[in-house]
T-cell receptor, first 117, second 112 residues
Framework: KAGVTQTPRYLIKTRGQQVTLSCSPISGHRSVSWYQQTPGQGLQFLFEYFSETQRNKGNFPGRFSGRQFSNSRSEMNVSTLELGDSALYLC????????????????FGPGTRLTVT | QKEVEQDPGPLSVPEGAIVSLNCTYSNSAFQYFMWYRQYSRKGPELLMYTYSSGNKEDGRFTAQVDKSSKYISLFIRDSQPSDSATYLCAIMGSSNTGKLIFGQGTTLQVKP
């Protein structure tokens, strides 16, 4: 099975711009979670999507948003970029069981490294 | 106090040594425990997961959970230079959140 893919792998943006990152989960996986990784804060949970609905959200400002499509692919968007948004953005897919119970196995993609100048 | 605490290291050991990596957590309600390995410039790779106290073994890796002490460990036997990476513990509070809470990660170097 192909793993989780993320595009683009690298991105350089300017403060105030917005950015959209894309994630394709492992075939058959229906849950996608997004994380931000920085040297100072480590890996922090942004949000999770399942069946095109945001199920859980971390402690990030509203500038961070996402969506999931019917094929389980997901995008996350960051508006009005700040220097502090420079990070590795990781997407993880999980075979969430159909009854809504979350499966704790999460498989990560390679990440998108975002640099804000 | 962070929900999950992990010594960032770095930890340097000779090839063949037994490595012990540890995390503590604060919430006794946490149920699911994972270990990830992350190489430089790569995404985290799931190594092991467990949801009960006790040991779980997979090849050279053993994960140990002590819920009474809120302490989790990963042991690597016969360590190899290819094991050099950052090791992250992760915990999921309940089965329905989809949210993993990570430790800061321990950087391990195995010297030939």
């Amino acid at each position: 099975k192909a793993g989780v893919t993320q595009t683009p792998r690298y991105l350089i943006k300017t403060r105030g711009q917005q950015v959209t990152l894309s994630c394709s989960p492992i075939s058959g996986h229906r849950s996608v979670s997004w994380y931000q990784q920085t040297p100072g804060q480590g890996l922090q949970f942004l949000f999770e999507y399942f069946s095109e609905t945001q199920r859980n959200k971390g402690n990030f400002p509203g500038r961070f948003s996402g969506r999931q499509f019917s094929n389980s692919r997901s995008e996350m968007n960051v508006s009005t970029l700040e220097l502090g948004d420079s990070a590795l953005y990781l997407c993880a897919s999980s075979p969430r069981i159909g009854d809504g119970t979350s499966h704790y196995e999460q498989y990560f993609g390679p990440g998108t490294r975002l640099t804000v100048t | 106090q962070k929900e999950v605490e992990q010594d960032p290291g770095p930890l340097s050991v000779p090839e063949g040594a037994i490595v012990s990596l540890n995390c503590t957590y604060s919430n006794s309600a946490f149920q699911y425990f994972m270990w990830y390995r992350q190489y430089s410039r790569k995404g985290p790779e799931l190594l092991m997961y467990t949801y009960s106290s006790g040991n779980k073994e997979d090849g050279r890796f053993t994960a140990q959970v002590d819920k009474s002490s809120k302490y989790i460990s990963l042991f690597i036997r016969d360590s190899q230079p290819s094991d050099s990476a950052t090791y992250l513990c992760a915990i999921m509070g309940s089965s329905n959140t989809g949210k993993l809470i990570f430790g800061q990660g321990t950087t391990l170097q195995v010297k030939p």
